[in-house]
């Protein structure tokens, strides 16, 4: 069971979309420096398909992208999630984890890349900074069949910051 804390719409977490923001509760990465250390705690709301629902045809109902943030607690549910939003909408899905890539593809609840459109890994370290940082260790790909290309560059202010 996966519990979020609110839902925002967001413009520069997953560029080029309007994105439906579900924070959920519960995270187990418990990252020094995490600017949302409460979502930590076991708080909120059962995130049920038919909430899902609702969320995605009422505040998201303008939105491009619906982005799944944190949810590490469960990723067989993040899974169901993503299948979901793919099976009743048109839209884009997105997931933010704390995780790193190979604990995600090698743990026995493995991604299923085909319900992605973008997924960022990396858990925070403060030194390293987000992803618009250069020297972030944390990288958003897009999600193209079983092809995951890393667009983390698209944070950097200019195509010269392109390393």
Request: glycine share 6%.
């Amino acid at each position: 069971m996966l519990k979020y804390l609110g839902t925002d719409i967001v413009m520069q977490e997953v560029p080029n979309e309007v994105s439906l923001a579900i924070s959920f509760t519960n995270c187990p990465c418990h990252c020094p420096g995490c600017h949302s250390a409460f979502l930590a705690e076991d708080i909120g709301d059962e995130l049920t398909d038919q909430k899902l629902i609702d969320l995605i045809y009422g505040e998201g109902e303008h939105c491009t992208c619906i982005l799944l943030s944190g949810g590490d607690s469960d990723h067989e549910r993040i899974n169901q999630l993503a299948k979901l939003i793919k099976s009743i909408s048109s839209k884009k899905v997105a997931w933010y984890s704390g995780r790193d890539l190979n604990y995600l593809i090698h743990e026995k609840t493995k991604i299923d890349l085909q319900y992605f459109d973008y997924i960022k890994v990396g858990p925070y370290i403060k030194d390293r900074g987000p992803l618009k940082s250069r020297s972030t260790n944390q990288v958003l790909y897009q999600v193209e069949g079983n092809v995951m290309n890393d667009i983390t560059y698209k944070f950097w202010r200019s195509n010269e910051d392109k390393i």
